[in-house]
């Protein structure tokens, strides 16, 4: 591992003074890239937008696909708000922002492909100011119902791709926040195969804040981050490059999976599974996911923030798939962390 110094930089710079403009700027421009690439891979379906305003200050637009010819259902979102009374979900992680309006804009998506071989896709990338504190944050995460471990190996190679353009300990570091982030609890599995997540990233230059993930200070990732310790010489432009260029890599980590498996033909037991899987998509989204605590807990718009569900879902008492099925490697292996991006390697040993 590359030795950095472990001693964070004591003067937290301010951002631009255009920075919201050029941030909100840019998302904005990244919902319409990613829509206009969906809408072509898609060949049927088109995005409706749906602009809307919040009353505290502030608004966005929604843009949603529905019974398209590859997405069943998948909306990719753009807001902007503002206000003067900070959620308690980010007082909680940041306390030092209290006192302080605040402002937060990004951009979110999530797609629910009709074939069960295609998985569902999740990105968000925001940024947020309060006074003195600002940050970066956000990620993409992949969700299979069925096993491909090449479609996961390119995932997450295209991502390391763009991570390490900016820094070789970003990836490694933000692929375990991924796998811990995007984790049910109350089921001991992961969402899906995972793929970058950070949070709280600022110029102080700390890759683990103490308060990410919460109360969990002793996990793979946090000590893995704390032995990377600060990166120097992080600001606000290199984040903002830094989170551009992931934003960047979604549609080439994506689209090709799509294109290998969309063709393929599936029978009513595969879609009854993708239904049933979707089912986790849903307890996770509700339960502990923070994009949507923070959008209810702001008075956000409620059908933008719950788009990220599924058209279709089911659930069913004591599921157990068959052993030496598809659907029980995907519970052995891809429900469970993974080396995708060394997966060919390991596959040939």
Request: hydrophobic share 30%; glycine share 10%; charged share 20%.
């Amino acid at each position: 591992m590359t030795a950095f110094s472990t001693e964070a930089t004591t003067t937290q710079a301010f951002p631009p003074s255009d920075s919201r403009d050029r941030v909100s700027h840019w998302f904005k421009s990244l919902q319409d890239k990613i829509c206009q690439g969906l809408e072509q891979v898609d060949g049927d379906g088109t995005f409706q937008e749906d602009s809307w305003e919040r009353a505290e200050g502030g608004g966005g637009r929604s843009r949603v696909m529905k019974e398209g010819k590859v997405f069943e259902q998948g909306g990719v979102n753009f807001s902007e708000v503002w206000g003067k009374d900070l959620p308690p979900s980010i007082l909680v992680q940041r306390p030092e922002a209290a006192g302080h309006s605040f402002y937060a804009t990004g951009t979110s998506m999530v797609l629910h492909p009709r074939n069960p071989f295609v998985p569902t896709v999740h990105l968000n990338y925001r940024y947020f100011e309060a006074g003195p504190v600002w940050w970066f944050g956000g990620g993409i995460d992949l969700t299979p119902y069925y096993p491909f471990a090449e479609d996961a190996s390119h995932f997450h190679n295209t991502l390391k791709q763009a991570c390490d353009i900016y820094h070789p300990e970003y990836y490694p570091a933000f692929k375990l926040w991924c796998d811990e982030y995007f984790y049910l609890k109350h089921r001991q599995e992961t969402r899906g195969v995972g793929g970058i997540f950070f949070d709280y990233q600022d110029s102080q230059g700390v890759l683990y804040p103490i308060s990410y993930p919460g109360s969990q200070i002793d996990t793979q990732a946090a000590n893995h981050s704390k032995e990377v310790g600060a990166i120097e010489g992080r600001n606000w432009e290199k984040l903002f490059s830094f989170v551009q260029g992931c934003g960047n890599a979604f549609l080439p980590a994506y689209v090709p999976i799509v294109d290998r498996r969309n063709g393929l033909d599936y029978n009513e037991h595969q879609r009854n599974f993708q239904l049933y899987r979707r089912g986790r998509y849903v307890e996770f989204n509700l339960v502990y996911d923070r994009g949507t605590i923070f959008g209810l807990q702001t008075n956000g718009r409620t059908e933008s923030i719950l788009m990220s569900l599924p058209p279709l879902v089911r659930w069913e008492y004591g599921f157990q798939p068959q052993p030496g099925s598809p659907e029980a490697e995907l519970y052995d292996t891809f429900l469970k962390p993974q080396d995708w991006v060394n997966w060919s390697a390991n596959a040939k040993a």
